[in-house]
C-alpha cells in the first residue's frame, strides 16, 4: 500500500497554488464554488477601472488643442475620482500623441482598440484624424466601438456612412459657419472670402460658409489655402494679397491657431481691415496669446490692432459666465487640480491657460460622458452603450442649453456663441452692429 | 619611343571605347527610362484619376465635401501626384490640394477637359494632367497633375547610376592597359640594355640573366650574344693576321 507522506502533499499543494491563477480565464464561464456565474468584465474595465482611450495633438503646432482637451476632462474626472470614481471605478484616460496628423492617428486608434482593449474612444481631436478613424469604427462594429465627444464639428461623423459610430456633443462647423454667414450678410457685409487649411476640416468649413451662401444666393468671394501644421512664424503674405483681390467685406478662416494667427497678423499688416471670423476649433485663446506676445515683442505697441476685428464663434459658453453652474464648477475644478499635459507625450514645453474654451469644452464632454458611464450600472457592457447614451433627453449639464441624444439626433447641444476681445480677453458679442457694421 | 607611342595608342583606343559605350548605353538609357516611366505614371495617374472619379459619386451626391477631400489627401501622399482637383457639373473647385490656392492657368482653363495636357505653373513645376469624368461628367471631373520634374530626376538619377559604373570599369581598364603594357615594355626594355652593353665590348657589365629566359627575349639576347662574340672573335683574328702581315 502506498502511503502518502508529509512532503508528498506540500508538493501537491504547490503545484495546485502556481495552477490556479492559469485555470481561472479557463472557468471564466463555469460556476463559481458558491453557483453563481462568474464576474467575467467587459474590455477596458476592471473593478476598480474604467479606461477610456483619446488620440489627439500633444505635439506640433496645434498642440494646445489636444492639450487644453485632455486638462478640461481630466479636471472632472479627478474630481469623479477623488469622489469614489463610477460605481467604484476610477475613469482613466489612456492617451496617446498623434500631432494633429491622420496617420499617426490610425495607428494609435489600432494600439487603443486592440492592444489596450479600452472600453470607449473619447476626445480625438481634429478632422483630419477623425476621418481616417471612422472607417475603423465601422470595421470593428462587431466589438461596439464608439466614438465619444470628437474635437471637431465636420460632418462624416455626423451622416452616414459612419455617423453610427460617434457620439458628438459639440455643434457642427455647418452650425458654426452658418451662423457667421447670416450675421456677417444681416450686417451688409456680402462679400465673404475663406481662408482654410488644405484638409478634411478646412474643406468642410468651406463647404459650410458655401451652403451658407447659397442660401443668399451668393458665392465665396475669393479664397487661400494654407498647408495643416503651419506655424506662426510662417509668412500668409500670399495668401492675404489672394483674399485683397476679392475685396472681401469678412473673412473666415478655418483652420488651428497658429496659422490663422499668421494670417491675422499680415492681413492687418496689408491694410486687409475687414471682420476676420474663426471657428471654435482654432484655439481662441493660443490665437490670442500669439498675436498679443507678438506684438509686444515686435513692438508694435498695442496688440488691440490684431485683435479688434477678430470674432471667433465657440460652441460652449464663455467660462467668464460664472453664473452657470457648470461654468463655476469648471472654474473650481480647474483651479483644484490644475491638470498638466502628460509628460511622456510633452516634447516641447507648453504654458497652459488658465481657462480656455476648448478646456472648458473638454470638462463639459467629461461631465456628460461620465453621465453616460453612471447610466450603464454596476457592470457596463459596450453593448450597452449606445443605449444609454439615448437616455440623456434634455439633461442639465449646467449650462444655459440641456443636451439630449437618440437615433436621429447623434449630436447632444445645438448653440453657437460668437466672441470678440475686449481688454485682452474673449467676451460674448452682443451686437454685431455696433462692432462691425 | 616607340613604346611609348603604343601606351599612348593604347590608352587612347581603351578611352575611345569606353566613351562610346557611355555615350551610346547613355542616350538608350534616357529614351527607355523616359518612355517607360512617363508611360508608367500617366497610366497610373489615369487609374488613380479613374478611381478617385468613381469613388467620387457616392459622395458628391450624398456626403460632406470633407470626405472627398479627405479622400483626395490620401491619394496626393503617391509619390509624384503634386495635385488633384475635382469640379462639379458647373465647373465649380469643390475639392484640390492647391496651396495657396488654384493657380490662375487652372481657374481660367477648361475645368471640363479630360484629355492629357501638359503644364507649366509658375512656382510649382512642370506637370502632365490627365483627367477623368464622374458620373460620365454629368457630376463633374477629377484632375491629377503628375510631376514631370520627378521623371526628370529618376533619368538623371539612372544615367548617374550607370556613368559611375562605367567610370569605375574606364579606371580599372586604363590600369589594367597599363599593367600589361608595361609587362610587355620592361623585357623589351633589358633587352635594348643587354644589346648596349654587348656592343661597349667585354667587361661591360650585361646582364646574363636574360640569356637563361626561354622566351623570345632570352631566343634575341643568345642572338645578340652569338653576334657579339663572332663580331669579336672577326676583330681578333684581323687584328692577329695585321699583326702576322
Not at chain 1, 482637451?69 to 475620482?81: E, I, K, P, Q, W
Not at chain 2, 454629368?138 to 562605367?166: N, P
Amino acid at each position: 500500500m502506498r502511503t502518502i507522506t508529509r512532503r508528498a502533499l506540500l508538493r501537491s499543494g504547490l503545484a495546485w497554488c502556481a495552477a490556479t491563477p492559469w485555470l481561472k480565464p479557463l472557468r471564466a464561464d463555469a460556476d463559481t464554488d458558491a453557483g453563481q456565474p462568474a464576474p467575467q468584465m467587459a474590455p477596458g474595465v476592471t473593478d476598480t477601472e474604467i479606461v477610456l482611450g483619446m488620440s489627439a495633438a500633444f505635439s506640433g503646432p496645434s498642440r494646445g488643442l489636444g492639450i487644453e482637451l485632455y486638462r478640461g476632462a481630466t479636471a472632472y474626472f479627478d474630481h469623479v475620482n477623488e469622489q469614489g470614481g463610477i460605481a467604484g471605478r476610477n475613469v482613466i484616460l489612456k492617451t496617446y500623441d498623434d500631432g494633429y496628423q491622420p496617420a499617426p492617428s490610425v495607428r494609435n486608434t489600432l494600439k487603443l482598440m486592440l492592444q489596450d482593449q479600452v472600453f470607449l474612444l473619447f476626445g480625438y481631436v481634429g478632422t483630419p484624424t477623425v476621418t481616417r478613424v471612422l472607417p475603423m469604427l465601422k470595421k470593428f462594429q462587431d466589438r461596439n466601438f464608439f466614438l465619444f465627444f470628437p474635437f471637431t464639428g465636420a460632418q462624416p461623423q455626423r451622416e452616414p456612412p459612419y455617423g453610427d459610430f460617434a457620439f458628438n456633443l459639440r455643434s457642427s462647423y455647418r452650425q458654426e459657419t452658418a451662423g457667421l454667414v447670416d450675421n456677417f450678410v444681416r450686417i451688409n457685409r456680402k462679400r465673404i472670402a475663406v481662408f482654410y487649411q488644405a484638409d478634411a476640416y478646412g474643406r468642410s468649413g468651406w463647404a459650410g460658409v458655401r451652403r451658407a451662401l447659397k442660401h443668399y444666393g451668393r458665392q465665396i468671394a475669393g479664397e487661400a489655402t494654407y498647408r495643416r501644421g503651419t506655424k506662426f512664424t510662417a509668412s500668409m503674405r500670399r495668401q492675404v494679397e489672394i483674399l485683397k483681390a476679392s475685396q472681401p467685406e469678412a473673412v473666415i478662416c478655418i483652420g488651428s491657431y497658429a496659422a490663422c494667427a499668421a494670417f491675422v497678423r499680415d492681413a492687418v499688416n496689408l491694410g486687409l481691415q475687414v471682420p476676420i471670423a474663426n471657428l471654435s476649433f482654432v484655439g481662441s485663446e493660443n490665437l490670442l496669446k500669439l498675436l498679443t506676445h507678438w506684438a509686444l515683442t515686435e513692438e508694435r505697441g498695442n496688440s488691440e490692432q490684431y485683435t479688434r476685428f477678430l470674432v471667433n464663434s465657440q460652441v460652449v459658453p464663455s467660462y467668464e459666465e460664472a453664473s452657470m453652474p457648470a461654468i463655476q464648477e469648471y472654474r473650481d475644478l480647474m483651479r483644484r487640480y490644475n491638470p498638466q499635459p502628460p509628460i511622456e507625450l510633452l516634447k516641447e514645453p507648453y504654458l497652459p491657460s488658465e481657462h480656455s474654451f476648448v478646456s472648458l469644452e473638454g470638462f463639459i464632454d467629461a461631465k456628460l460622458m461620465v453621465e453616460i458611464l453612471r447610466r450603464l450600472g454596476d457592470r457596463p457592457e459596450r453593448s450597452q452603450l449606445q443605449q444609454a447614451v439615448f437616455t440623456v433627453q434634455d439633461f442639465d449639464l449646467g449650462i444655459d442649453e440641456r443636451a439630449s441624444f437618440g437615433p436621429d439626433r447623434r449630436q447632444g447641444l445645438q448653440q453657437v456663441y460668437y466672441t470678440v476681445v475686449d481688454e485682452g480677453r474673449f467676451v460674448l458679442l452682443d451686437n454685431w452692429e455696433d462692432r462691425f457694421a | 619611343m616607340k613604346i611609348q607611342k603604343l601606351f599612348q595608342k593604347t590608352l587612347f583606343g581603351v578611352f575611345s571605347l569606353f566613351g562610346l559605350i557611355s555615350l551610346s548605353t547613355s542616350v538608350l538609357c534616357i529614351y527607355t527610362v523616359d518612355t517607360h516611366l512617363s508611360e508608367e505614371y500617366e497610366s497610373n495617374s489615369k487609374d488613380i484619376a479613374k478611381t478617385i472619379a468613381d469613388s467620387s459619386v457616392d459622395i458628391l451626391l450624398n456626403r460632406d465635401l470633407s470626405a472627398l477631400q479627405s479622400l483626395i489627401d490620401q491619394f496626393v501622399e503617391i509619390q509624384s501626384i503634386r495635385y488633384i482637383y475635382i469640379t462639379d457639373e458647373e465647373g465649380e473647385f469643390v475639392a484640390h490640394t492647391f496651396v495657396p490656392g488654384v493657380p490662375e492657368e487652372i481657374r481660367t482653363g477648361d475645368r471640363n477637359n479630360t484629355v492629357t495636357v501638359e503644364r507649366s505653373l509658375p512656382g510649382m513645376g512642370d506637370f502632365v494632367e490627365v483627367g477623368s469624368p464622374i458620373l460620365a461628367g454629368v457630376a463633374g471631373t477629377v484632375h491629377v497633375g503628375m510631376d514631370t520634374d520627378l521623371i526628370a530626376l529618376k533619368i538623371q538619377r539612372a544615367i548617374g547610376r550607370q556613368v559611375y559604373l562605367i567610370s569605375i570599369i574606364l579606371v580599372v581598364g586604363v590600369l589594367a592597359a597599363i599593367w600589361f603594357v608595361n609587362l610587355a615594355a620592361k623585357p623589351l626594355g633589358d633587352l635594348l640594355a643587354y644589346a648596349v652593353a654587348l656592343a661597349r665590348g667585354p667587361d661591360n657589365g650585361a646582364d646574363d640573366t636574360l640569356l637563361a629566359r626561354d622566351d623570345e627575349v632570352g631566343q634575341l639576347a643568345r642572338l645578340f650574344l652569338y653576334f657579339s662574340e663572332g663580331v669579336q672573335a672577326e676583330g681578333e683574328q684581323r687584328v692577329s693576321s695585321g699583326n702576322d702581315g
